[in-house]
T-cell receptor, first 114, second 117 residues
Framework: AQSVTQLGSHVSVSEGALVLLRCNYS??????LFWYVQYPNQGLQLLLK??????LVKGINGFEAEFKKSETSFHLTKPSAHMSDAAEYFC????????????FGTGTRLTIIP | GAVVSQHPSWVICKSGTSVKIECRSL??????MFWYRQFPKQSLMLMAT?????????EQGVEKDKFLINHASLTLSTLTVTSAHPEDSSFYIC?????????????FGSGTRLTVV
């Protein structure tokens, strides 16, 4: 079984500051990990994903995440926050990219302070 | 890239009526569709998984007679909320995977805001 824990339901950072959103996972098999962003009343947009290979994954909009197996973590970072980054962020895990369901974390709402 | 079109974006219906939500894969064949429900300020909860041509597999606690899912073709899946009640008001999102989704895997629709009055 898979599960995801996102520490911090709300994160506020100043514009231009580092963004760090935390995600820890639990999986009985090698996981595939995803970060999604959701704007109000919209669906989910893929930011980045880890399947195999390089553990540092770069995504869209300047975001990146590092898969750390020893820490069972997949934290999302961005060096410099922009006002447009304000949204809800979800970490998700699945054991296989196929017809397996995604298991989502509870989400982190990111607020950018001007 | 892979696109999933979900309609309607929002719907208001009277209590006791039924509402149908459609999800269409526009440029790929969706072999599997997932239907999620999202309450305000909460995460996505999987309701059911459907494979084309097969009966949907519902998650524990989801009433299959209330939330009817049809996946009759590789490009269309529908969710019908039957005899809707105010507690069914929520944000419903579909997701699809299949040939053409490439390395992104799961493609999400834009969601449907259902309000039952």
């Amino acid at each position: 079984a898979q599960s995801v824990t996102q520490l911090g339901s709300h994160v506020s950072v100043s514009e231009g500051a580092l963004v760090l959103l935390r995600c820890n996972y639990s999986s009985s098999v090698p996981p595939y990990l995803f970060w999604y962003v959701q704007y109000p009343n919209q669906g989910l947009q893929l930011l980045l994903k880890y399947t195999t290979g390089a553990t540092l994954v770069k995504g869209i909009n300047g975001f990146e995440a590092e898969f750390k197996k020893s820490e069972t973590s997949f934290h999302l970072t961005k060096p410099s926050a922009h006002m447009s980054d304000a949204a809800e962020y979800f970490c998700a895990v699945t054991p296989l990219v196929g017809n397996e369901k995604l298991t989502f974390g509870t989400g982190t709402r990111l607020t950018i302070i001007p | 890239g892979a696109v999933v079109s979900q309609h309607p974006s929002w719907v208001i219906c009277k209590s006791g009526t039924s509402v149908k939500i459609e999800c269409r894969s526009l440029d790929f064949q969706a072999t599997t569709m997932f239907w999620y429900r999202q309450f305000p300020k909460q995460s996505l909860m999987l309701m059911a998984t459907s494979n084309e041509g097969s009966k949907a597999t519902y998650e524990q606690g989801v009433e299959k007679d209330k939330f009817l899912i049809n996946h009759a073709s590789l490009t269309l899946s529908t969710l019908t909320v039957t005899s809707a009640h105010p507690e069914d008001s929520s944000f419903y999102i579909c997701s699809a995977i299949g040939q053409g989704t490439g390395m992104n895997g799961y493609t999400f629709g834009s969601g449907t805001r259902l309000t039952v009055v």
